[in-house]
């Protein structure tokens, strides 16, 4: 199976300033400490990369999760005022309550179609 060939061509002067910056950061790497060099530094600050990433995925997890709990709350008892409003004997009086509860949601981040769904349910 013959593949075909790509060369990979730098123009005029990268290619010496690549090799310069190849050399740079070996000596960098070179001039640490014998200790440091070691492969075991290096799976230490990676595994401690990792754990810090790991930690701050669970904590946005866990807060998208608790504010989801904090909106079904607010929801299932928008739904359930709704409802005692709706079972109120007088027809002025369920109007009356069911105006209150929308005007004090609107304040509290439901929306007016949400509002209007929940009273209509």
């Given at each position: 199976?013959?593949?075909?060939?790509?060369n990979?061509?730098?123009?005029?002067?990268?290619?010496?300033?690549?090799?310069?910056?190849?050399?740079?950061?070996?000596?960098?790497?070179?001039?640490?400490?014998?200790?440091?060099?070691?492969?075991?530094?290096?799976?230490?600050?990676?595994?401690l990369?990792?754990?810090?990433?790991?930690?701050?995925?669970?904590?946005?997890?866990?807060?998208?999760?608790?504010?989801?709990?904090?909106?079904?709350?607010?929801y299932?008892?928008?739904?359930?005022?709704?409802?005692?409003?709706?079972?109120?004997?007088?027809?002025?009086?369920?109007?009356?309550?069911?105006?209150?509860?929308?005007?004090?949601?609107?304040?509290?981040?439901?929306?007016?179609?949400?509002?209007?769904?929940?009273?209509?349910?």
């Amino acid at each position: 199976m013959n593949l075909p060939r790509t060369n990979f061509v730098l123009p005029h002067g990268w290619a010496d300033d690549f090799a310069a910056h190849q050399r740079s950061l070996r000596q960098w790497w070179y001039r640490l400490p014998a200790g440091l060099r070691s492969p075991v530094w290096s799976t230490i600050l990676g595994s401690l990369t990792i754990l810090g990433l790991l930690l701050a995925f669970h904590q946005v997890v866990y807060e998208a999760v608790q504010q989801g709990e904090l909106r079904h709350k607010a929801y299932a008892l928008q739904a359930e005022a709704t409802w005692r409003c709706k079972a109120l004997p007088a027809r002025g009086a369920s109007d009356s309550c069911l105006l209150q509860l929308s005007a004090s949601a609107n304040g509290s981040g439901l929306s007016s179609a949400e509002n209007a769904q929940l009273a209509s349910q």
